[in-house]
Nanobody, 121 residues
């Protein structure tokens, strides 16, 4: 069994910063691509940022230059540093990861439970 647990969501003023973290635990052989998605009320879930096991990153246009995704392969963690936050960044942020399980072939995709980020004055 594998779990992804996010932390770091909070209420922050416009222009402020937050750092989200996600830790994968369980019977993990390796983690491949890891990503952050978000879902605002009444909207579809969207990709915010993604990072491969080799460190290649890609970002949604709306967060480029403001958000930075990073990971620690040894600890199976991924983080999202969010700067210059805007009201429109308000959403539930979800961690997502492609994981290889010990003793099983193939790649399995997992989601965290989500953490709320609210940008408001």
């Amino acid at each position: 069994q594998v779990q992804l647990v996010e932390s770091g969501g909070d209420l922050v003023q416009p222009g402020g910063s937050l750092r989200l973290s996600c830790a994968a635990s369980g019977n993990i052989f390796s983690t491949e691509a890891m990503a952050w998605y978000r879902q605002a009320p009444g909207k579809q879930r969207e990709l915010v940022a993604r990072i491969t096991s080799g460190g290649t990153t890609n970002y949604a246009d709306s967060v480029k230059g403001r958000f930075t995704i990073s990971r620690d392969n040894a600890k199976n963690t991924v983080s999202l540093q969010m700067n210059s936050l805007k009201r429109e960044d308000t959403a539930v942020y979800y961690c997502n990861a492609d994981i290889r399980i010990r003793g099983f072939l193939g790649l399995y995709n997992y989601w965290g439970q989500g953490t709320q980020v609210t940008v408001s004055s």
